[in-house]
């Protein structure tokens, strides 16, 4: 009986050696040849891929939406344009890389007829005029942004960016009316396009800051009252100007 236990176990060690082989080649065959993942994060539809090739931008990323604050400057290198710019631009995610925006924009200064790039100020029989006063009026644009990916650093994210944009100021005034002006210039309008880009860094998935600037390119059409006139003459300008944003925060949603 004792004989017939070791012949049994004897004929048990190979058994088992190849039951654990067989088990080791059918776990390598269901294995994947190469490494790549998938998924899909959310209900908003966000979904990204990624392989041992590189990365490729979700098809949203986290709800394809952005709010944008930007500040505070901008100047005009030829004709004028109030310093004070303080913007807010909503972003829309079209697929991966590709963003349209819009944007409304309050611009300010304080000024007179020098800063203005005007000849004179227009009005020598007026003892309160020229001199200088507050400037105000509104920005608004809307374009297309190209935003790119850096392998090694996801959370800073530059672009580059394209606007055509509207821009409406009044110049100062000594009272209510035309009529009362501290220059013979009594407002300004214009359209540009506006190259640009910039940066942001990510402090949190949703958070952002960074900075951005802008070259409008464009023409302003003054509105003119000359001294004792009854009526206005308008004098179009070149304008190129630098919109100077360093301080941006960028909220995505």
Not at 70 to 75: G, I, M, N, R, V
Not at 159 to 185: C, H, M, W
Request: with cysteine.
């Amino acid at each position: 009986m004792a004989h017939g236990w070791r012949s049994a176990q004897r004929a048990a060690v190979p058994a088992f050696a190849l039951a654990v082989a067989m088990t080791a080649s059918t776990a390598a065959a269901a294995a994947p040849a190469g490494g790549s993942a998938s998924g899909q994060v959310g209900t908003s539809g966000a979904s990204g891929s990624s392989s041992g090739s590189g990365y490729d931008w979700p098809e949203l990323v986290v709800g394809g939406n952005a709010i944008q604050f930007l500040a505070p400057l901008q100047f005009g290198i030829v004709s004028y344009l109030p310093k004070a710019r303080f913007a807010f631009q909503y972003d829309r995610q079209l697929l991966k890389a590709h963003w349209i925006h819009i944007g409304a924009a309050l611009i300010a200064d304080r000024g007179g007829w020098e800063n203005f790039r005007m000849d004179t100020c227009g009005l020598p029989g007026q003892s309160e005029a020229c001199d200088k006063g507050g400037v105000v009026g509104f920005d608004i644009y809307a374009g297309y942004t190209h935003k790119f990916f850096i392998r090694k650093k996801p959370f800073v994210v530059p672009y580059v960016r394209g606007s055509i944009g509207y821009t409406f100021f009044a110049l100062p005034k000594i009272g209510g009316g035309d009529g009362n002006r501290e220059q013979t210039r009594v407002r300004s309008q214009g359209l540009s396009v506006r190259p640009g880009g910039g940066f942001r860094i990510f402090l949190l998935d949703v958070l952002g800051i960074g900075m951005d600037v802008s070259l409008p390119i464009g023409f302003l059409v003054h509105r003119n009252r000359e001294e004792g006139a009854a009526d206005y003459n308008r004098e179009t300008t070149f304008l190129l100007g630098i919109e100077v944003h360093p301080l941006v925060v960028e909220y995505r949603f």
